[in-house]
C-alpha cells in the first residue's frame, strides 16, 4: 500500500512521544471506541448465553458463532475491496450505525420473550456480514489518521482499547444477565455505537490524516502467499502451530458457557466473571509483551505454549469457580504472548517483497479456522461434556507443538529476533 505519510520535522519532541495519540484525529476516533469495545463485547457474551439459555445445546452455540464468521471466511480477500475503493470514513459511519440494527433486534424479541434460535442466528449472521466491511475498512483507517510512522503504536492502542473492553464489558454483562437483564446488554451495544459515530462525524470537520492509495490485488496476494508457505518447511510448520491455536483452544465463547452453565453452575454471573479473568490475562499479556520480547527468546517460548495448554487442561479438571478464574488468567496471558512471537517470528523470517503476501495468506488461514473450530468445541461438549472438550482440545494442542518441534526442531530454535520487530 502507497501511502503519503506527514514528515516529522517540525514536530515538537513531546508531541513525537506521544505517538498515534499527538494526530488529533486518531484522539477523537479512539476516544470513541471506548464504548463502543465495551458494547461490542457486552454483546458477544450475550449472544451465546442466550443461544445456551434457548437450547442447552453445546453445538448449537458452536453453530451460531460458526455463522457469525462464516461470512468473512466466504469474503476472503474480497473483503478489502470495498475498503479500497470508497472513503473509509464513510463506510465506518455506515458500517457502525448498521451494527445497532442486530442489537435492537435482539433486545426487542429478548425483551419480549419471543425469541427462538433461528432469530439468533439470522441476527448473527447480520452481525457477520457487517464486519466484511467494518474489518478492513478499520483497519486502512488507523493508517489513513496516523500514517506509517505511528501506525504500530495505533494497532497497540487499538489492542489495548479491546482488551480492556473484554474486561469490563465481560463483568458488565454478567452482572445485567444475572440481575435478568439480558435484553439490556443488547441495547448497552446498540447505544454503544453513538459515542462511534459522533466520533466519526467530527472528524469531518478536523484537518490531518494521510491519503492511502488503493492496495493491490489482495486475492492474488494471499495465493503468492501460499505458495511461499507450501515451499518453506519452516513457515508451513509454523502457521501449523498458529492454526492448532486458533482450531483448539480459541473457542472460549462456545465452551465457558457450559462450564458456568452445567458444570460450576454459577449461572450468567460466573461466565461473566470468567470471561472477565479470561480478558484480563489478554490485557496483562498485552500491555507486558514489549518486556517479553525483550527479554523471552522464541525458544522458551516453547514453554509459554505448552503453559497454556497445561491452564486449559486445569480450567477443564477444575470445579472451583477462583480456580477456573485464576487459571483463565493464565491462559490469556499465555496465549497472547505466544501468538504475538509466532506472528512475529513469521514475518521475521520471510522475505521482505513476500512479507505482504505471507501476510495476508497467515490472516485468511487463522480467521477461517475460527467457525471449524467453534462447530468442533460445541459437538464435542456436547457429545462428551465441556471438561472432556477442554481437555481434549488443549491436549490436541499440545500434540501438534511438540510433534511440530520433533519434526523441525529448527522452528523452536530460531534466532531470538522478537527485538527487531
Not at 527468546?297 to 505448552?306: F, K, M, V
Amino acid at each position: 500500500m502507497g501511502v503519503s505519510s506527514p514528515s516529522r520535522l517540525g514536530v515538537p519532541h513531546r508531541q513525537r512521544g506521544l505517538g498515534a495519540l499527538r494526530h488529533p484525529r486518531y484522539r477523537v476516533y479512539f476516544g470513541g471506541q471506548a464504548l463502543s469495545a465495551v458494547g461490542t463485547w457486552m454483546q458477544s457474551l450475550a449472544l451465546p448465553w442466550l443461544v445456551f439459555e434457548l437450547t442447552h445445546s453445546a453445538l448449537l452455540v458452536g453453530g451460531v458463532l460458526a455463522v457469525h464468521h462464516l461470512p468473512a471466511v466466504a469474503a476472503g480477500p474480497a473483503r478489502s475491496l470495498i475498503a479500497d475503493r470508497f472513503p473509509k470514513r464513510s463506510l465506518l459511519l455506515l458500517t457502525q450505525a448498521a451494527f445497532a440494527l442486530p442489537a435492537l433486534f435482539l433486545f426487542a424479541i429478548t425483551r419480549a420473550a419471543v425469541a427462538a434460535p433461528w432469530m439468533v442466528l439470522v441476527a448473527a449472521l447480520g452481525w457477520g456480514l457487517i464486519q466484511i466491511v467494518d474489518a478492513p475498512t478499520r483497519q486502512g483507517f488507523a493508517l489513513e489518521l496516523v500514517g506509517r510512522e505511528d501506525l504500530m503504536h495505533a494497532i497497540a492502542l487499538n489492542s489495548t482499547l479491546w482488551n480492556a473492553g473484554a474486561v469490563v464489558g465481560s463483568f458488565a454483562a454478567g452482572v445485567l444477565i444475572a440481575a435478568g437483564g439480558l435484553p439490556f446488554c443488547f441495547l448497552a451495544s446498540a447505544l454503544s455505537c453513538l459515542p462511534a459515530l459522533l466520533a466519526l462525524a467530527l472528524l469531518g470537520s478536523l484537518q490531518g490524516g494521510v491519503r492511502t492509495r488503493p492496495r493491490g490485488d489482495h486475492g492474488r496476494q494471499v495465493v503468492e502467499g501460499a505458495i511461499h508457505v507450501r515451499r518453506d518447511p519452516l513457515l508451513a510448520l509454523l502457521l501449523v502451530v498458529v492454526v492448532a491455536f486458533a482450531l483448539f483452544g480459541m473457542n472460549r465463547l462456545v465452551l465457558v458457557p457450559v462450564f458456568a452453565g452445567d458444570v460450576l453452575r454459577t449461572g450468567p454471573s460466573g461466565f461473566g466473571l470468567l470471561m472477565a479473568a479470561l480478558g484480563l490475562g489478554t490485557l496483562v499479556g498485552a500491555v507486558t509483551l514489549p518486556v517479553v520480547r525483550r527479554r523471552v527468546s522464541w525458544r522458551q517460548h516453547l514453554w509459554i505454549a505448552l503453559g497454556w495448554a497445561a491452564a486449559l487442561v486445569a480450567f477443564g479438571l477444575s470445579r472451583s469457580e477462583p480456580l477456573s478464574g485464576a487459571v483463565l488468567v493464565v491462559a490469556g496471558v499465555c496465549q497472547t504472548w505466544f501468538l504475538a512471537a509466532a506472528s512475529a517470528q513469521i514475518q521475521l523470517h520471510t522475505p521482505d517483497p513476500l512479507r505482504g503476501r505471507v501476510a495476508a495468506f497467515y490472516a485468511q488461514v487463522v480467521m477461517s479456522a475460527a467457525p471449524v473450530g467453534s462447530v468442533l468445541a460445541g459437538w464435542l461438549a456436547t457429545a462428551y461434556g465441556a471438561p472432556v472438550a477442554v481437555v481434549s482440545l488443549a491436549v490436541a494442542s499440545t500434540v501438534v507443538v511438540v510433534a511440530v518441534r520433533l519434526v523441525l526442531p529448527s522452528v523452536f530454535t530460531l534466532p531470538p529476533r522478537e527485538q527487531d520487530i
